[in-house]
Structures are given as structure tokens and as C-alpha cells.
């Protein structure tokens, strides 16, 4: 039967008889191409009439050794990986293109083939003589990883069974080709298609598989999120252009806590661990200015003290800005409504920008009471109190709700100098000596409480 063309999603991998503009199953738009399909339509016999081999079954008791994890000795990533490297485990690390990528995995298998692990990294967009040079460049040419630049997929697992390697990288699973599958390379069904070769590949063959992939932001090219399903480890590289800092956020670990992240610099000789991120999140701080809180927030295990900076200014357009870097902009017209709800601070006709320093994105809810001091500080034109920490969550209603780790959160503010915080009522403080705390149970009361009448 010829292969009928079809259409797939290339954010969620569903498949679609035609082309239209919204994904129906995950709802994203203009993530629908066409290709071939991985199989000509369903089978005919059902998989009843042919019996099978049983397996062999145990119980959940059954004594087994954890599996011995493999560090590469930089910190900061061997955080993120839950603690090293788990042998026969599939990792994908996402990142849009240019973002350091490359230079990381390639500085990691240097690492982890000095720490004794048989490493090959195979490259399927750079040369040989590219890779070779970027090598040269971070000061790793000693290192014994083995090289290759290859795209075929039959190959490179050959290759990959005969060398047996500890770890292979794949770099990148876009410009990967598998030859049973008659799509172009980067197209759903060859990201698909490899992915799940290589990922196969490395539970039968206790290799572990480091695979890079590329995120577009208009979906052209398959995105790595189909292939989220099938690995083991998600690690997404990401950072602001113009900055300098690079975070590694492990967004799914099966082996560790997600949300863990390792903060990078990207210097002239490659990727530097930064361990202490605090520091230089608030490095550019200068004196107290009005529009800028400090937010102790915790980082997957680890506090991580940022800046946050706000301006609001009256809008020339009859629609205000509402301008959000770093954090949820949804998040913060939640803010702005509850603000003008309950403590009677209105923002119409204001123009707001909201940005995170240091080019850091903030998920926990824990920022929301710092995102409403640096607007209130930005609308009031006046500074916070100089060397204090703000955290702790918005309710609808203005209540505040404690945030987790409020004793992790205090120590850290201490460690760097702060001498004030302002957290909301309730939730375990420990003994942070040193630091003033300021306690409010509502929105209301901080406000009075920080602003004076407001
Ligand atoms: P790269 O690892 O090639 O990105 P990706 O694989 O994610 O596409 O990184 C490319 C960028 O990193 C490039 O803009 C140059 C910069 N860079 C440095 O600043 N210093 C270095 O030592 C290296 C190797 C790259
Ligand atoms: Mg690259």
C-alpha cells in the first residue's frame, strides 16, 4: 500500500488526516506539518492472534543495588542530574540554537571521559575539525573522548555497539536520519523515529545517551517535546541574549527533583560553573531604587536571592503595556487586579514593565509578593527598605499564604548581607538571627505596613 501523505503536530507528535491551523489535541497553533506517516494506517490483525513470550516477573521487593551514578565533578550539573550521571539512561537537553548547547556537552564528555567513563560525541551538524577546534578553544583537546560526524543513524549505533561506549552524545537528534523512515531529517516522524532508537538503544545496551535538541518558537522544525515522553531526563539550557549567564533547568529527571537548576557563564573559554548565583543575580544591584525588590526564591533544592526590577509609567495609548521578562505575565495582571481590588491601587492608564535580573524565569508563586512591592515602590517612586528580602504568595482574596522553605530562604538573605525580611504570617522561620522580620497576614497590611497609608 503506498504511504498516503499525513499531517503531524510537531509540539504534542499527534497526527492529523489534514492541515489546519490549531493542534486539536494539545491546542497549540501552527504546529501542524505534513510528512509521511511512521506506519501506513493501522494494522489489520489485531496483536490477539499470534502468541507471545511470557516475562518473567518480580516482586517490588526484590534487592536491587541503586545504580552506581557517574560525576563529572561539575558541580553545577551533576546537581541538575539528580546527583551524576545514571548509566543507560536517556537524557534530551533542549535550548534554542546558539545558546551554548554544544560547548556544554562537549566541556561535560571531557569531564566524564577524564572521570573514566568511554565517551563518544558524535556531531551531526559541526565537522570534525569544528568540534576539534571549539576543543582547542575550551583547552580540552587532551581529552580522550572519541569524535564523529555523522547524521546516519544506522551507523552511528553500529558504531556505538561495537565501541561500547559509557556515554555517547548526540548532537543534534534534529539532524539525525534513520533510513527506515522516508521523511526529511528534522521532520515528526525522524525526530520520533531516532529518539526512540536511541533511547531503546541505551536501556539494551547500558549506554547512556545525552541527545541535544533544538526549540523554535514557531514550531517549523519538530520540536524536542515529542521526544520528552520517551527519555529519561529533560535538561532545558536557557538564558537572555546579551547576558552572559546560562541556567540548566532539569524541567523532567526520573532519577532526581526536577526544577533543580545549575547556573552557567558563558566566558571566552567556554561554560564556567557559577556557584553561587546569588551573588550574581544581585551583582548589578547598585543603591536602593524605587521599582526594585529582592526576591528570596528557591531554586529547584537551592535558595537563589534576584533582583526584580519594575517601572510604571502613565501610557500615551489608550491600551497600557503590560511588559513581563522573567516571570508569568498572567501572574502579573493577577497581581495588578488584586492591587486594585482589594487595596484600592489602581494601574489603569499605566504603562507596567516587570523584568527579572539576571536573565533567571521565575515559576514559583512565592515571587508574587515581591512582583507587587517593586510595582508599588515603581508607582509610589519610592524605594523599598535598602538590604531587605520579599517573598510569599497572593491569594485572590489579599491574603498572603506562607511560602515553603521560609527558613532556607531567611539563611540565605543572611548569608549575603540582607538584614530585613518581609514574609508573610505563619510558616516555620527557625532562628535566623540577625535579620528583621516583618509578618503581614494580608496584602492590605503590608502595604500600610511598607508604604505607609499607600
Ligand atoms: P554553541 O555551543 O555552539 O550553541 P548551540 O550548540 O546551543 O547552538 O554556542 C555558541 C555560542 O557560544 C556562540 O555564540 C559563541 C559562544 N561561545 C563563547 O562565548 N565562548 C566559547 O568558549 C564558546 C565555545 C562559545
Ligand atoms: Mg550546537
Request: with cysteine; charged share 20%.
Amino acid at each position: 500500500m503506498a504511504k498516503t501523505p499525513s499531517f503531524s503536530c510537531s509540539a504534542c507528535g499527534a497526527s492529523h488526516t489534514r492541515w489546519s491551523g490549531r493542534c486539536d489535541s494539545c491546542g497549540e497553533w501552527n504546529t501542524i506539518v505534513q510528512e509521511t506517516p511512521l506506519s501506513a494506517g493501522p494494522a489489520k490483525k489485531s496483536l490477539g492472534g499470534k502468541r507471545g513470550q511470557p516475562i518473567a516477573l518480580s516482586d517490588l521487593s526484590t534487592e536491587e543495588t541503586p545504580p552506581p551514578r557517574t560525576l563529572c565533578g561539575v558541580e553545577e550539573l551533576d546537581r541538575v542530574l539528580g546527583g551524576g550521571l545514571v548509566p543507560a539512561s536517556a537524557l534530551l537537553v533542549g535550548g534554542d540554537p546558539g545558546i551554548g548547547k554544544s560547548t556544554l556537552l562537549l566541556q561535560a564528555a571531557a569531564r566524564f571521559a577524564r572521570n573514566g567513563i568511554k565517551t563518544i560525541y558524535v556531531s551531526g551538524e559541526e565537522a570534525s575539525a569544528q568540534v576539534r577546534m571549539r576543543a582547542r578553544r575550551l583547552g580540552l583537546e587532551e581529552s580522550p573522548v572519541q569524535l564523529a560526524a555523522e547524521t546516519n543513524l544506522r551507523d552511528i549505533l553500529t558504531t556505538l555497539e561495537a565501541k561500547k561506549p559509557g556515554l555517547a552524545i548526540i548532537d543534534s537528534i534534529q539532524t539525525m536520519w534513520a533510513d527506515n523512515v522516508d521523511s526529511a531529517p528534522g521532520s515528526v516522524s525522524q525526530v520520533r523515529a531516532a529518539a526512540h532508537e536511541l533511547t531503546t538503544f541505551a536501556k539494551r545496551h547500558g549506554v547512556s545517551i545525552i541527545m541535544v535538541g533544538h526549540v523554535t518558537k514557531e514550531g517549523q522544525i519538530a520540536g524536542p517535546r515529542v521526544v520528552e515522553h520517551m527519555v529519561d531526563t529533560v535538561l532545558y539550557f536557557e538564558g537572555e541574549r546579551g547576558h552572559q549567564f546560562r541556567i540548566l533547568r532539569a524541567v523532567k529527571n526520573r532519577f532526581g527533583p526536577a526544577d533543580e537548576i545549575g547556573v552557567f557563564e558563558m566566558t571566552g573559554k567556554g561554560l564556567a560553573q557559577v556557584t553561587n548565583p546569588s551573588a550574581l543575580f544581585l551583582s548589578e544591584r547598585g543603591t536602593p531604587s524605587p521599582g526594585s525588590a529582592v526576591f528570596a526564591g528557591i531554586e529547584g533544592t537551592r535558595p537563589v536571592l534576584v533582583e526584580l526590577q519594575a517601572l510604571v509609567a502613565p501610557s500615551p495609548h489608550s491600551q497600557p503595556r503590560r511588559t513581563v521578562v522573567g516571570w508569568d505575565s498572567g501572574r502579573l495582571a493577577m497581581i495588578l487586579a488584586v492591587l486594585e481590588a482589594r487595596c484600592g491601587i489602581p494601574f489603569a492608564g499605566l504603562d507596567v514593565y516587570l523584568n527579572v535580573a539576571g536573565g533567571l524565569k521565575i515559576g514559583e508563586p512565592a515571587a508574587d509578593l515581591a512582583v507587587a512591592a517593586a510595582l508599588l515602590s515603581a508607582r509610589e517612586d519610592t524605594a523599598l527598605p535598602a538590604d531587605t528580602v520579599v517573598f510569599g504568595e497572593i491569594s485572590l482574596s489579599g491574603a498572603l499564604r506562607p511560602a515553603p522553605q521560609t527558613e532556607n530562604r531567611l539563611k540565605e538573605a543572611q548569608k549575603l548581607g540582607f538584614t530585613s525580611a518581609i514574609a508573610p504570617a505563619g510558616g516555620k522561620t527557625g532562628t535566623v538571627a540577625g535579620l528583621t522580620l516583618t509578618r503581614p497576614s494580608d496584602l492590605v497590611g503590608f502595604v500600610g505596613e511598607t508604604f505607609g497609608a499607600g
